[in-house]
């Protein structure tokens, strides 16, 4: 098995908008969800995460905590922290 690179969490936040690609965490795992971002059921508020840690958000909507969203999202992986 290949090992992803390991990440800071401040490389991490230098990721915050669609031209240096939009980054997020989770799980101690880092996700490049720049393609992901257009497509998102939920619209624009994906960037309210950028740069930084989804877990604050999916606490809030639930509607993430589903097998599915899990598996759309484990397609973006990148790296760990
Ligand atoms: C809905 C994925 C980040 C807010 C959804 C759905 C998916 C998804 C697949 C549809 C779920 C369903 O109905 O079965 C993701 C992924 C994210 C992300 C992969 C990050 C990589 C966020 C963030 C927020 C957010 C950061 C809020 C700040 C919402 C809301 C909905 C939604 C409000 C419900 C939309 C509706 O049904 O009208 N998301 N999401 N999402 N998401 Fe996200």
Redesign the pocket.
Known sequence: TVSLPVYTQEEVMKHCSLDKGIW?TYNGDV?D?TD?VAI???GN??L??AGGA?EP?WSL?A??R?E??QE??SGYKVGVL
């Open positions: 997020v996700y969800i992901f998102h059921p939920g508020r994906i309210l995460a989804l958000f909507y509607v993430h589903q599915h969203v759309i999202l």
